[in-house]
């Protein structure tokens, strides 16, 4: 055969040179060189060969020296190349390798000429070696070496591509996970504010108004509390089956956090009057498929939702983004709470002005312990002859920047944030300390008692209450005997046993307590005779204006003050303003009386200037 000349040797180079870069995937790109490289040298055969390793590469079945064969052209030929001993053992020493110098094998009638493509693979001309042009060895040594690097560039394009493939796939799973709600399957919180932000836009658009329910579980905490988590998140996900099953179409429900569901009510109208009629149509649904016991497992549960409405777009005020529409719905709903749960509520910017001091005071309160804000004033008790028997420690707050707060507005703030424990320590402290240096009093009044400190349900309700009273006894060195815990009826709602057995633990201490606001609540009469208690106030509210209010509160007030004797409880009257009503529970024989006809609350330096006195 003809041996090539430098000009067609240089014309196969190019030809060769740009069969190299037809195709990005190394597959495509080595059979359309092999191809090329077949047909121009007029070879007998071409063989590829590539590493186990390259994970672009489909695995292939072939020797086992750390190559695969991929192809050859053309196909299916007798024989491989790998499968001649002497070519197994040349693949051994240079694959795989770095280096790409060719290797010759004669074998029978034919020279197999092998380049190694760096740490990519190997590639085999085969062609009869009578007619084998030894000049085409230099013209392909740049060519092999291009072909190398393209090589490379292919299996690192299809590892950026794997990765990009498997980056796509994650963050398609991780956007689902991130807009779904993993125990109840409900499109989250997340959702919820993309979703109500294209809603409100549509409303807009369209003129029509939407709605946002807020619903949150009564009393959710009792449940997880007494049967466990377990139940808890079984009752959630059964409860997300209801409240989807029941909803309009075109409405959405999310689980926005804990036994908190939220539903966007789209186009309810377009007037605002159908629209508050349609969104009061589904709470009302809502609350009479909630009314249904709940079956999880053994436990057959009920549980009642406060809703929240909050209507969109809303005139009355420029706040129509949806951060204020979910900040009304919240406000609303708590109010429908205030209002006595398993109901529902709208929300007006009114409630809003009353959310928006009560964030004011809890700010300031956080701060008001750090700057010796609160303080004590003291209620002196007098008995029936006028002498002084006793104090209550009553909590103020002046703020700087507040003025004077009332505890009727910052008390039940405290409770809500938790700061009431830390409060509630102070005020027992503070109170524990003043009974301390009164009990030292030489010229007290003969008939002085004690202080008394009221004691609010969740301080009374944490674990260590009992070992925290004592420890701060201890510290302050007050007596058992000159200090009386006040409770209201709040604590006895919630686990009776468990104020038994402290107010018990207490006794053995010689520590007593009063049962305070005794007459406004609803479990007095059914847990009085349980408890440890010896003396009760009746309050205020029933004795204020005693005497131009109805005749049905003195018929109440007198019927406690006999159930007491019956008893043989201490009976304290508060609220006492008139020597009228004075005189009147003096005739009654009570054991104290506290009011502004005897003593208004006083500031520690005149509540000691007072027991110091004459008299």
């Not at 794997?162 to 689902?176: A, G, H, K, T, W």
């Not at 905490?221 to 959630?236: A, E, T, Y």
């Not at 007459?519 to 010896?534: D, M, V």
Request: net charge negative; proline share 4%.
């Amino acid at each position: 055969m003809k041996p090539f000349n430098p000009e067609e040797l240089i014309g196969i180079q190019n030809r060769l040179l740009l069969s190299t870069g037809a195709s990005q995937q190394i597959e495509t790109m080595l059979h359309q060189f092999a191809l090329a490289a077949y047909e121009a040298l007029r070879l007998d055969g071409v063989h590829v060969y590539l590493l186990h390793e390259l994970e672009t590469v489909p695995q292939i079945t072939g020797a086992e020296t750390g190559y695969k064969h991929l192809e050859s052209i053309p196909p299916k030929p007798a024989s491989l190349p790998h499968q001649y001993e002497k070519i197994e053992a040349l693949l051994h020493t240079i694959y795989p390798s770095e280096k790409k110098a060719l290797d010759n094998v004669v074998i029978k009638h034919s020279r197999f000429i092998v380049y190694a493509l760096k740490n990519i693979g190997v590639i085999v001309f085969e062609k009869q070696a009578s007619s084998y042009d030894e000049p085409i060895t230099d013209m392909l040594t740049p060519v092999i070496d291009h072909l190398a690097r393209v090589c490379q560039s292919c299996v690192e394009i299809g590892k950026l591509h794997d990765q990009i493939r498997r980056n796509e796939e994650l963050e398609q799973s991780y956007e689902l996970q991130a807009k779904q709600d993993p125990l109840t399957h409900l499109p989250n919180r997340r959702a919820f504010r993309y979703k109500l932000y294209q809603e409100i836009a549509k409303t807009k658009r369209h003129n029509h108004y939407g709605a946002v329910m807020y619903i949150d579980l009564d009393h959710f905490k009792n449940i997880n509390d007494s049967l466990g988590h377990s139940v808890g998140d079984m009752l959630l996900a059964r409860v997300a089956e209801r409240l989807t099953e029941q909803g309009r179409a075109g409405d959405d429900v999310f689980r926005i956090g804990g036994d908190e569901f939220v539903y966007i009510l789209t186009d309810i109208g377009n007037d605002q009057k159908n629209a508050i009629n349609t969104a009061q149509t589904v709470a009302c649904r809502v609350i009479e498929i909630m009314s249904e016991p709940v079956q999880v497992g053994e436990f057959s549960l009920h549980v009642t939702p406060s809703i929240g409405i909050a209507i969109f777009p809303d005139k009355n005020t420029e706040e129509n983004d949806s951060e204020s529409v979910l900040r009304h719905a919240d406000t609303a709903m708590y109010r429908a709470k205030a209002e006595g749960r398993n109901g529902f509520a709208f929300y007006n910017p009114e409630m809003q002005l009353a959310a928006s001091k009560r964030l004011i005071i809890e700010d300031h309160l956080r701060k008001a312990l750090t700057n010796n804000e609160l303080l004590l004033e003291y209620q002196p008790l007098v008995n029936i002859d006028g002498d002084i028997i006793g104090a209550e420690s009553l909590l103020r707050w002046r703020s700087p920047i507040l003025g004077n707060v009332t505890p009727d507005d910052f008390i039940s703030i405290a409770e809500e944030s938790n700061l009431i424990l830390e409060v509630s320590r102070w005020v027992l402290v503070t109170a524990c300390t003043l009974a301390s240096r009164v009990q030292a009093f030489t010229d007290k009044p003969a008939t002085f008692e004690y202080i008394s400190i009221n004691i609010s349900p969740k301080q009374f309700r944490q674990q260590n209450f009992v070992e925290q009273l004592l420890e701060v006894m201890l510290q302050t060195g007050v007596s058992p005997e000159s200090i009386r815990l006040e409770f209201t009826e709040n604590i006895l709602i919630d686990n009776i046993d468990d104020t038994i057995k402290k107010m018990e633990q207490l006794l053995e201490s010689n520590i007593h307590f009063m049962l305070d606001d005794f007459g406004t609540g609803y479990s007095s009469l059914s847990y009085l005779h349980k408890l440890p208690i010896r003396t009760i106030k009746i309050d205020k509210s029933f004795v204020t204006g005693f005497n131009t209010k109805s005749y049905a509160n003195r018929v109440i007030v007198d019927a406690i003050i006999a159930l007491t004797e019956r008893m043989d409880l201490n009976c304290i009257i508060e609220g006492v303003e008139t020597q009228d009503d004075a005189s009147y529970f003096i005739s009654k024989g009570v054991h104290a009386m506290q009011g502004y006809h005897y003593y208004r609350p006083l500031a520690e330096a005149d509540f000691l200037a007072l027991l110091s006195g004459p008299g």
